[in-house]
Antibody, heavy 123, light 108 residues
Framework: EVQLVESGGGLVQPGGSLRLSCAAS????????MSWVRQAPGKGLGWVST????????FYADSVKGRFTISRDNFRNTLYLQMNSLRAEDTAVYYC????????????????WGQGTLVTVSS | SYELTQPPSVSVSPGQTATIPCSAD??????AYWYQQKPGQAPVLVIY???ERPSGIPERFSGSSSGTTVTLTISGVQAEDEAEYYC???????????FGGGTKVTVL
C-alpha cells in the first residue's frame, strides 16, 4: 500500500525558513517523479515543485522559484522541500504527491497524496 | 501565465448527470487529469490522461476531450460525489503543471 506522510510544518515568521519532509513507503521511490502541491486556507490547489526520480531535474512554480528547493533521498525513501524567505502568501497545507510521471516518462498524474502538513507564515 | 478555467459550481439531483468542463490553450498537446477533494481530505485522482480511470474509481466517473476543452462527467450522481473537483494539466513545455480553480459539485 502506497503511503506518503508529511512532516515539518508549523508557524514561522515572515522571512524565515522551514524544511518539510515526506516519508514514502509501498513503492520504489526512485522510479517516480515526486511533487509538492499546496492549498491555501479556503482556496484551490496550487502546484509548487516537482523532482525527477533520480533527482537530476527539478521544476518550480514561478511564485516559489529562487526561494524553495526540492530534493530527495531515495535510500531513505524521503522527499524534502526547503522553504526560505517565507511570505504570508505561502501559508497553506503542503501536500506531498507521487508523480506526475514515472521513470519511463509515462504520465499518470498525481496518483497518491499524503494528508498534508500546515505551514503558517505570520508574525 | 497558463491557466485552466472551470465553472465555480455545479448542482445536480441524485441519479442525474453532472458535467464539468475545463478549458485552456495548451490542452490539445497535454493530457488532463481530474481530482476529487472532500472537505478536510487530500485530493484523489479520478481521471488520468483525459479519459483513463484509476483502479478503484467507480465507472460513473468518465473523462473526455474535444479541442481545447476537457470534461469530467459523473453519471448517476450519488450523494457521496458531493465534493470539489479540480482539473490539472501542464503548459506546452510539459514541465509546468497547473490546476484549475476547482468546481464545487452540490448534490441537491
Amino acid at each position: 500500500e502506497v503511503q506518503l506522510v508529511e512532516s515539518g510544518g508549523g508557524l514561522v515568521q515572515p522571512g524565515g525558513s522551514l524544511r518539510l519532509s515526506c516519508a514514502a513507503s509501498g513503492f520504489t521511490l526512485s522510479t517516480y517523479a515526486m511533487s509538492w502541491v499546496r492549498q491555501a486556507p479556503g482556496k484551490g490547489l496550487g502546484w509548487v515543485s516537482t523532482i525527477s526520480g533520480s533527482g537530476g531535474s527539478t521544476f518550480y512554480a514561478d511564485s516559489v522559484k529562487g526561494r524553495f528547493t526540492i530534493s530527495r533521498d531515495n535510500f531513505r525513501n524521503t522527499l524534502y522541500l526547503q522553504m526560505n524567505s517565507l511570505r504570508a502568501e505561502d501559508t497553506a497545507v503542503y501536500y506531498c504527491a507521487k508523480g506526475p510521471y514515472d521513470i519511463t516518462g509515462y504520465q499518470r498524474g498525481f496518483d497518491y497524496w499524503g494528508q498534508g502538513t500546515l505551514v503558517t507564515v505570520s508574525s | 501565465s497558463y491557466e485552466l478555467t472551470q465553472p465555480p459550481s455545479v448542482s445536480v439531483s441524485p441519479g442525474q448527470t453532472a458535467t464539468i468542463p475545463c478549458s485552456a490553450d495548451a490542452l490539445p498537446k497535454q493530457y488532463a487529469y481530474w481530482y476529487q477533494q472532500k472537505p478536510g481530505q487530500a485530493p484523489v485522482l479520478v481521471i488520468y490522461k483525459d479519459s483513463e480511470r484509476p483502479s478503484g474509481i467507480p465507472e460513473r466517473f468518465s473523462g473526455s476531450s474535444s479541442g481545447t476543452t476537457v470534461t469530467l462527467t459523473i453519471s448517476g450522481v450519488q450523494a457521496e460525489d458531493e465534493a470539489e473537483y479540480y482539473c490539472q494539466s501542464a503548459d506546452s513545455s510539459g514541465t509546468y503543471w497547473v490546476f484549475g480553480g476547482g468546481t464545487k459539485v452540490t448534490v441537491l
